[in-house]
């Protein structure tokens, strides 16, 4: 069992940057990808950012590469999205995600995720 606590959100302008932390408690989470997704109002859950266990592969949305990074420490039990260069189009509420059957890989399907937090609003003004 993993349960996953985000936070970070907030209202930021264009340009700006904020970074985005996932705690997670339960002791499987050094053995799980992780995954960031994000809902915009009226729109489908889309994939942001993907991480295996090791932090060793990633994968991005095309719509974020060169602007956000993920990362994760397994000491802290925590996962990171760095977002810079945040673009109203970024608006939206943040998910983060536990695959616990895909630690090699930094897989992008939410139906490959078996736990979710609550979600973190990001607000980009124009």
């Known amino acids: 069992q993993v349960q996953l606590v985000e936070s970070g959100g907030g209202l930021v302008q264009a340009g700006g940057s904020l970074r985005l932390s996932c705690a997670a408690s339960?002791?499987?989470?050094?053995?799980?990808?992780m995954g960031w997704f994000r809902q915009a109002p009226g729109k489908e859950r889309e994939f942001v950012a993907a991480?295996?266990?090791?932090?060793?592969?990633?994968r991005y949305a095309d719509s974020v590469k060169g602007r956000f990074a993920i990362s994760r420490d397994n000491g802290k039990n925590t996962v990171y999205l760095q977002m810079n260069s945040l673009k109203p189009e970024d608006t939206a509420l943040y998910y983060c995600?536990?695959?616990?059957?895909?630690?090699?890989?930094?897989?992008?399907?939410?139906?490959?995720?078996?736990?979710w937090g609550q979600g973190t609003q990001v607000t980009v003004s124009s």
């Open positions: 339960g002791r499987t989470f050094s053995s799980c990808s």
């Open positions: 991480i295996n266990w090791s932090g060793g592969s990633t």
């Open positions: 995600a536990a695959a616990s059957t895909y630690r090699l890989i930094a897989t992008m399907s939410t139906y490959n995720y078996d736990y």
